[in-house]
C-alpha cells in the first residue's frame, strides 16, 4: 500500500492521464463511417463517493512492484504508508491491511543510533518521517514498540536556539519541521523537551502582512504552511496570536470558481488543498467561507471511476497523497459516511480524542463559528 507520488514532497504534481482513444459504441462507429459528426466522448464525473474502489486502491499499491513509480517513490514510503492508513481509518476499512506487517515494516525504518525513522529501511532519519512512523503507531495503538526517550532525544536535537527546527542532521530548516516535532511530541506527551516558547516565537517570524505564512521568516505565503504554523500553534495553544480576520480572507480567496482551492494565489486548484486550506479554516472555526456544496463537487470529480483513488484534479492520475486529502476534505465538510477527521493532527478524531488527555492539552479552544463578512476587509 505504499505508493506515493514522486512529488509529494512538495513539488508541483504533474500527472496527467496520457490521451487514450476511446473506441466509440457500435452506432457511434457506424456514423462515423458516413462521415457524421464525431461522438462525444466526454465521461460524467462521479458524484457520489467510490469508497469500494478506494479501499482496494489503497490496499493493491503495494503490489505495483514492476512499475518504475513504485521505486520512484521508495524514499516516501513511509509518509506514504501515514497516507494510506489514515485513509483507511477514515474509510472504516482498518483490515484492508495487516497492522501487524505495518508495524514490521515501520520498524524497519527505525534508526537505533539516533532515534529517528528514515522514509524507507536504511534511510537517514528525518523528522518527516518520524511524525508520520508515530501516527502509523498511535493510530494502531501500538506506541509500546517505540524506545520513547530515544525518539524524543532525535525531536528534541533538531531544535536551533532560534526555535526553528531542522529536518535532519543536514540542516534544512523550515516550518514543516517545527510542526512535525511539535505534533510528534504531542502525541508522545513530551512537550518538555523543547522550547516551546522560542517554537512559537519562530514560526512567528514566518507570517507575512496578508496573514499567512511562508516556509521560513519573509517567504511568500503557502496553503501548506499555513496549515503547518496553524496546526503547530494550535498544539501549543497559541491560536491566540492569529490574525483570524486576515488568514480567513486569504484561505477563503483560495476558492476557484470551479470550486476546488488553489496554494497561493495565481496557481491552480488542486484536491489536496481541500485539506491545507480547510483544515486551517476549521482550526479558525471558519469553514463556512467558502462555498463547501462547490468544493465537495470538485473533489469527487477528481475521483478514478477506473482505478479507485483520488487525483489532485479531475481527469489526472490517483495517488495516496491526494486521496488521503481528498477523504479528509470530505470528512472536515460533513461526509458523515467517513470517520471524523482532527484538523490539528490529520488523524481521526476518535484517536485524538483517545490519546489527548495523555499529552499536553490545547489550552486555547478553537474560536466559536463567526460568519464571513459581506464585504471585503479594506
Ligand atoms: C500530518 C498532514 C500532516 C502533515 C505533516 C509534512 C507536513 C506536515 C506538511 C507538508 C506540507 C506540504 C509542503 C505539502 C505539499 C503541498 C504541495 C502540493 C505543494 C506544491 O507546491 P507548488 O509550489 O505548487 O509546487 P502550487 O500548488 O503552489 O502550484
Not at 34 to 60: D, E, G, V
Not at 242 to 263: F, H, K, V, Y
Not at 305 to 321: M, Q
Request: net charge negative.
Amino acid at each position: 500500500m505504499t505508493n506515493t507520488p514522486s512529488s509529494a514532497s512538495a513539488t508541483t504534481m504533474s500527472n496527467n492521464k496520457p490521451d487514450v482513444p476511446v473506441t466509440p459504441p457500435a452506432s457511434a462507429s457506424a456514423a462515423a463511417a458516413t462521415s457524421a459528426p464525431a461522438p462525444t466522448t466526454a465521461t460524467t464525473p462521479p458524484t457520489s463517493l467510490l469508497r469500494t474502489q478506494h479501499i482496494a486502491f489503497i490496499r493493491n499499491l503495494d503490489t505495483r512492484r514492476d512499475e518504475l513509480e513504485y521505486w520512484l517513490t521508495e524514499h516516501l514510503r513511509v509518509n506514504g504508508i501515514y497516507w494510506g492508513v489514515t485513509a483507511l481509518e477514515l474509510l472504516g476499512a482498518r483490515d484492508a491491511l495487516v497492522p501487524k506487517d505495518v508495524v514490521s515494516f515501520l520498524m524497519s525504518c527505525y534508526n537505533a543510533d539516533d532515534g529517528g525513522f528514515g522514509g524507507f529501511t536504511g534511510h537517514d532519519s528525518h523528522l518527516l518521517y518520524t511524525l508520520s512512523a508515530i501516527q502509523v503507531l498511535v493510530m494502531y495503538d501500538r506506541v509500546d514498540v517505540l524506545d520513547r526517550d530515544k525518539v524524543v532525544s532525535f525531536i528534541a536535537a533538531r531544535q536551533n536556539p532560534d526555535g526553528s527546527f531542522t529536518g535532519d542532521q543536514w540542516g534544512e530548516v523550515d516550518a514543516r519541521f517545527s510542526y512535525c516535532a511539535v505534533s510528534a511530541l504531542s502525541l508522545l506527551g513530551r512537550f518538555d523537551a523543547i522550547d516551546t516558547d522560542k517554537a512559537v516565537e519562530f514560526v512567528l517570524a514566518c507570517r507575512n502582512f496578508d496573514g499567512g505564512f511562508g516556509t521560513v521568516p519573509g517567504a511568500e505565503s503557502h496553503a501548506a504552511m499555513v496549515f503547518c504554523c496553524v496546526g503547530m500553534l494550535d498544539i501549543l495553544g497559541r491560536l491566540d496570536a492569529i490574525d483570524t480576520q486576515a488568514l480567513g480572507w486569504w484561505l477563503s480567496e483560495r476558492q476557484l470558481p470551479c470550486g476546488g482551492l488553489n496554494g497561493r494565489p495565481e496557481k491552480l486548484e488542486d484536491v489536496c488543498y481541500s485539506w491545507w486550506v480547510l483544515s486551517s479554516l476549521a482550526m479558525l472555526g471558519k469553514v463556512d467561507w467558502i462555498n463547501k456544496t462547490a468544493l465537495v463537487q470538485f473533489i469527487l470529480s477528481a475521483q478514478d471511476t477506473e482505478t479507485g483513488g483520488i487525483a489532485d484534479r479531475p481527469g489526472n492520475l490517483p495517488d495516496v497523497f491526494h486521496t488521503l486529502f481528498g477523504l479528509a476534505g470530505l470528512s472536515l465538510l460533513g461526509d458523515t459516511t467517513l470517520g471524523a477527521i482532527d484538523p490539528t493532527y490529520c488523524m481521526p478524531r476518535e484517536v485524538i480524542d483517545r490519546v489527548r488527555p495523555k499529552v499536553a492539552p490545547r489550552t486555547a479552544p478553537a474560536p466559536p463559528a463567526e460568519p464571513k463578512p459581506a464585504q471585503r476587509a479594506p
